[in-house]
C-alpha cells in the first residue's frame, strides 16, 4: 500500500478531524492508528508540523497452545486526545465483558485519563505496567484538574484502579493464536515507567517513544528510508540526544532481538530499513559522545511536564555543540548524579513547582 501522509494545511472537515483506523498486521493482531494532521501539543517535538499518529496494537483473544483461554491483550493505548474514536473502535473489537489487558508504553496525566474511561467501558480490565510505571498509575489515578473559578458542575466519581500485574523485569508471556510477547522495562529520565514489547513469531518490535516520529500517516510501514528519515532524526535530536547514554543501552539489548519490523508508539513502522535506523541511533549518540564539552541537566519529573521544559533546554544547547546528559533525579540514584555531576563542565538544575522539591537523589546530590 502506498504511503498516504496527510497534508497539515489542508482545510479541516470532519473526515480530517482526529481519527482512528484499524490495520490489520496478522491473523489475531490489529494496529489501532489515531491520527491527527494537526499537531497535538506545542513541545518542541511537534516542530516539523506534520501531524502525529499514535499507534497502538491489539491481540485478540482465545486459545494458546496449552488450550488455556488467554484475554484480548491491548499493547500501548494513546492518550486522552484521541479518547471518543478510539473507544468507538475498540468498542467494535472487544466486547465489554471482556477481561481485557492493557500493557502501559509509558505513563503520564494524559494516558492515565485515558485509562479511567477505558476502566469505565470494560470493567474487568487489567493493567501490565513496569514496576516504576504501576507507581505512577497509583499516584495519578485520583488526581484531577482543579475546576474553574466560580464553577458549581460536580464531576462523577472516578472509577476504582483496576489490578496492576506489575513487570518487575523482562518477563516473556504466551498470548492466543501462538503469538508470545516479550516485554522489556526500557527506563530513560524522560520516560521512567517505558515498556517494550515485541512479538517473538512476527519478530514485531512495538518499541514504544524509541524510534517514533510525528507524523500523519495512514500507511502501516514507511515507503522507504527517506520518506521518515528526516522526521525521526528530529524527534532522536528533540527528545533522545538529552539522554543518550540511556537510550544507548535500550538499543543495545534490542539489538539482540529477532527484529522484523520496529511499530513505535507514533509514526509508520519500519519494516525495511530498521536495522539502519538502530544503526543512526548509535551513530548519533556517538557523535554526541565526541563533543568536548558536557552539561549535566538535573530534574524532578514524575509527570512529564518539568521534562518537556528540560527537552526544550537541552535541545538549544546541543546546538551550540555541547553535549547533554539528562538526568530525572525523581528516579535517579544518588550515585548515578554524583557522577554526572563529576564528570561535567557545569550543571543546570530545574525543579517542579509542587512540593518545592527534586528529588530524593537530587537533594542528595547537590546538597
Known amino acids: 500500500m502506498a504511503e498516504r501522509v496527510l497534508d ?7 473526515a480530517s478531524e482526529r481519527r482512528v483506523i484499524t490495520l490489520p498486521i496478522e491473523p489475531g493482531l490489529t494496529c489501532l492508528r489515531c491520527l491527527s494532521p494537526k ?4 513541545e518542541v517535538e511537534y516542530g516539523l508540523e506534520r501531524g502525529t499518529s499514535a499507534n497502538a496494537f491489539l491481540f485478540a483473544g482465545g486459545r494458546n497452545t496449552a488450550q488455556r483461554e488467554i484475554p484480548p491483550v491491548l499493547v500501548h493505548p494513546p492518550g ?3 479518547t471518543a474514536p478510539f473507544l468507538a473502535q475498540l468498542a467494535a473489537l472487544v466486547p465489554a465483558e471482556a477481561p481485557l489487558k492493557v500493557v502501559l508504553g509509558h505513563v503520564n496525566p494524559n494516558r492515565v485519563a ?3 474511561e477505558l476502566t469505565a467501558g470494560w470493567p474487568a480490565l487489567m493493567l501490565v505496567a513496569s514496576n516504576t510505571g504501576a507507581r505512577l498509575v497509583e499516584e495519578l489515578w485520583q488526581q484531577r484538574r482543579p475546576p474553574a473559578p466560580g464553577s458549581e458542575e460536580v464531576e462523577p466519581p472516578l472509577p476504582p484502579l483496576p ?3 506489575v513487570v518487575k523485569q523482562e518477563v516473556s508471556r504466551e498470548l492466543a493464536a501462538g503469538f508470545r510477547l516479550t516485554l522489556l522495562p526500557a527506563p530513560t529520565p524522560r520516560w521512567p515507567g517505558a515498556l517494550i514489547a515485541f512479538e517473538e513469531r512476527t519478530g514485531l518490535l512495538m518499541s514504544g517513544k524509541f524510534f517514533a516520529a510525528h507524523l500523519c500517516s495512514e500507511a502501516y510501514a514507511e515507503a522507504n528510508r527517506g520518506s521518515t528519515e528526516e522526521d525521526r532524526r528530529h524527534y532522536y535530536d ?3 540526544a538529552p539522554m543518550a547514554r540511556q537510550v544507548e543501552t535500550v538499543v543495545e539489548r534490542l539489538e539482540e532481538l529477532e527484529i522484523r519490523t520496529i511499530a513505535p508508539g507514533h509514526g509508520p ?7 539502519s535506523l538502530l544503526a543512526d541511533y548509535g551513530r548519533w549518540g556517538e557523535n554526541l559522545a565526541k563533543t568536548r564539552l558536557s552539561v549535566a541537566l538535573l530534574y524532578a519529573s514524575a509527570y512529564g511536564n518539568t521534562a518537556a521544559l528540560a527537552d526544550a533546554i537541552a535541545q538549544g544547547v546541543a546546538r551550540t555543540g555541547v553535549r547533554v546528559e539528562s538526568i530525572n533525579c525523581e528516579f535517579a540514584p544518588p550515585d548515578q548524579l554524583l557522577e554526572a555531576i563529576r564528570s561535567c563542565d557545569a ?4 525543579s517542579p513547582t509542587l512540593g518545592d522539591r527534586i528529588g530524593e537523589g537530587g537533594g542528595v546530590a547537590v546538597g
Open 238 to 240: 528533540c527528545l533522545m
Open 163 to 165: 489490578p496492576i500485574d
Open 80 to 82: 486522552a486526545s484521541f
Open 8 to 14: 497539515p494545511t489542508a482545510p479541516v472537515t470532519e
Open 39 to 42: 499537531r497535538l501539543r506545542f
Open 347 to 350: 550543571v543546570l538544575i530545574g
Open 114 to 116: 485515558l485509562l479511567r
Open 269 to 275: 513502522a519500519i519494516t525495511e530499513s530498521w536495522r
